[in-house]
Structures are given as C-alpha cells and as structure tokens.
C-alpha cells in the first residue's frame, strides 16, 4: 500500500462519438410495362434492387417513376426520381450524392377499344349513311372513327369509298380510327357491318284507256 502513496488519484476523461450514417448508391430498379391510359405514371418493381451496405439488412428502397411521355410504344425512357430509404435499417445508411440509379426502360401498350357500327342503309333514293360510335377512350383523347365502304352496284365495284353508296347493291362497311392519339389505340371484335341498299318500287301508274271505235285513230298509253 506504500506505493499508492506515489500517485495522484487518476481523473476519467470521456468523449463523443458520432457514427456517421454509410452513404449507399441504389440500382436495380425495374418498370412494369402498363396499358396505356393517357398518363406518364410508372409502376416500379424493387424485387431486384440492389443496395451497396457493409453488411446486415438492407433498407426498404422506394422511388417515382416518370415516363417520357404518355404514348403507347417499347423501350420508352422512365425517369427515376425521389429514391427514398427506410425500414429499421434505413438509419445505418444515407442515400450517397450521385451514382444511383436515374432511369429505365418499359412499354406502354395500346388499349383496346371497341366499335359499335349502326349500318343505316335504305333503298334507293332514301339511303342514310352509317354512324359508328368507340367504348373505351381515354377521356379528353383526340380519336375518332372513320367509315369506308366496299361492294358491288350495277357491275361497278367499289372499294373503301369514305361515301355511302346510294345505288341499289350490296356492300360492306368497315371502321378504322383517325385522330392525333390513334396510335394508342388497337380495335378488337368486330369491325365490319353489312350495309344494303335497295331497289326502289317502280311504282308505274297507267292513265285508263278511252273507248275506241272501229277505223279511230290509234290510242296511246300514258305511263308514269
């Protein structure tokens, strides 16, 4: 105990450490191809994300996706934007300045969209042309219908007329699109109608025929 008497009492010194969060670079981010809807929005799919951690459990990654822009086509550009990194391990990490992921690729599809072909026709001198109308627009969308007929009159054929015909015969009437955003469209079932034109009654009207004698002047018949 005579050597405690050679020493001061020693004083415990303490200090702060702060374990600054490992910054990480994100990539394998996917887009799922979507039908189109008149929107740029892109669903992202993480199932292959890959995260650059030490080691552990790694943070839940979530982001936005962006399509160029709103039409149907493939290999279009998806920006990506707002990665974000939680979950209980998110706290170990921050999301590094540069590198990470920016971009895709996927395809919008063209929607599918019905016709309803009201045929009309008639008979000859009273012929209506037909009407058409589409189910499943997009809303504010620029398409249209377009109608063209194709058939036989009197010997002549006729080939994808955008006129009705008004001779008597027997023809065919198809739908097509047209507008700005046709493109993003495609038409299913069915698109073609029959559209008849009939002949007219002659309707002939005989003027009575007035009573005749022997060594008169031959009558005529008055038809209209």
């Not at 993480?46 to 996706?65: E, F, L, N, Q």
């Not at 939680?86 to 929607?111: V, W």
């Not at 026709?121 to 063209?148: E, F, M, Q, R, W």
């Amino acid at each position: 105990m005579k050597a405690k008497a050679n020493y001061a009492d020693s004083e415990v010194q303490t200090a702060t450490v702060t374990i600054q969060p490992y910054a990480v670079r994100v990539f394998g981010i996917r887009v799922k191809d979507k039908t189109y809807d008149g929107t740029t929005d892109a669903t992202l799919d993480y199932s292959h994300v890959t995260v650059s951690i030490i080691d552990g459990k790694k943070p839940t990654v979530t982001a936005t996706g962006t399509f160029a822009d709103k039409n149907a086509g493939t290999d279009k550009m998806v920006h990506i934007s707002n990665i974000t990194l939680s979950g209980d391990a998110a706290k170990n990490y921050k999301l590094a300045e540069s590198g990470n992921q920016d971009s895709a690729k996927a395809n919008i599809l063209r929607k599918d969209v019905t016709v309803t072909i009201n045929p009309n026709g008639g008979t000859y001198g009273n012929v209506k042309p037909a009407t058409a109308s589409l189910n499943g627009v997009v809303s504010g969308d620029d398409v249209s219908t377009t109608l063209s007929y194709s058939g036989n009159t009197n010997g002549t054929t006729i080939q994808n007329a955008t006129n009705a015909p008004t001779e008597a015969g027997s023809y065919r009437v198809n739908a097509g699109l047209a507008g700005k955003d046709m493109g993003n469209y495609k038409l299913t079932g069915s698109t073609e109608e029959k559209f008849d034109v009939l002949r007219a009654d002659s309707k002939l009207n005989v003027t009575a025929v007035p009573e005749k004698k022997y060594g008169d002047e031959n009558f005529k018949l008055e038809v209209t």
